[in-house]
């Protein structure tokens, strides 16, 4: 069965400028998280979507946002790039959300802002 | 929030040795989660522990739940080339659906 899937891979922007990234859940899975890895931060969690709705968001700015769609498949949105947005952006699908169902991620999409 | 600190931060070690890291937290986790990421990929799941107390193994892995419930510990026997990368721990950071807190990882590398 078909993983998590993130396009694009990698990704090259100018600050101020905006980008969405996409993210398609492994079939059947309702849930999709996103979370932010730098190196000094590590992994930190964006938000979650279940069935169409933000269940919960982390401690990030406005800037980020996202939204799921009726095939589960989820974009996140951010406004006016820094260059502390520079990071990989994960996905995880999840079949029911929550930690007891385990998350299974995807590769990432390379965010650089220059 | 909450926060999970593993350690060590880094090991090096010997192709075929026996390799422990591990997890605290300052609070209560209900799940243990233990993934593995190897450059450039997303974290991969290699063990899931629900319940303190539980020893729970996979292939050459073994991790177990702490019985106090803020700690968890993952260990790797026979350790080979491809088991180097790094591996974190998280758990629920509250409630059902609030993601997932990760420790900053263990980064293991093997020398042959």
């Known amino acids: 069965k078909a993983g998590v899937t993130q396009t694009p891979r990698y990704l090259i922007k100018t600050r101020g400028q905006q980008v969405t990234l996409s993210c398609s859940p492994i079939?059947?899975?309702?849930?999709v998280s996103w979370y932010q890895q730098t190196p000094g931060q590590g992994l930190q969690f964006l938000f979650e979507y279940f069935s169409e709705t933000q269940r919960n968001k982390g401690n990030f700015p406005g800037r980020f946002s996202g939204r799921q769609f009726s095939n589960s498949r989820s974009e996140m949105n951010v406004s006016t790039l820094e260059l502390g947005d520079s990071a990989l952006y994960l996905c995880?699908?999840?079949?029911?959300?929550?930690?007891?169902?385990?998350?299974?991620f995807g590769s990432g999409t390379r965010l650089t802002v220059v | 929030g909450q926060q999970l600190n593993q350690s060590p931060q880094s090991m090096f070690i010997q192709e075929g040795e026996d390799v422990s890291m591990n997890c605290t937290s300052s609070?209560?986790?209900?799940?243990w989660l233990w993934y593995k990421q190897d450059p450039g990929e997303g974290p991969v799941l290699l063990i899931a522990?629900?319940?303190?107390?539980e020893l729970t193994s996979n292939g050459r892995l073994t991790a177990q739940f702490g019985i106090t419930r803020k700690d968890s510990f993952l260990n790797i026997s026979a350790s080979i080339p491809s088991d180097v990368g790094i591996y974190f721990c998280?758990?629920?950071?509250?409630?059902?659906?609030?993601?997932?807190?990760f420790g900053k990882g263990t980064h293991l590398i093997i020398q042959p």
């Open positions: 609070s209560i986790f209900n799940t």
């Open positions: 522990l629900y319940k303190a107390g």
């Open positions: 998280a758990g629920p950071s509250g409630g059902g659906a609030d993601g997932l807190t």
């Open positions: 079939s059947g899975h309702r849930s």
């Open positions: 995880a699908s999840s079949p029911g959300g929550g930690a007891g169902y385990g998350y299974t």
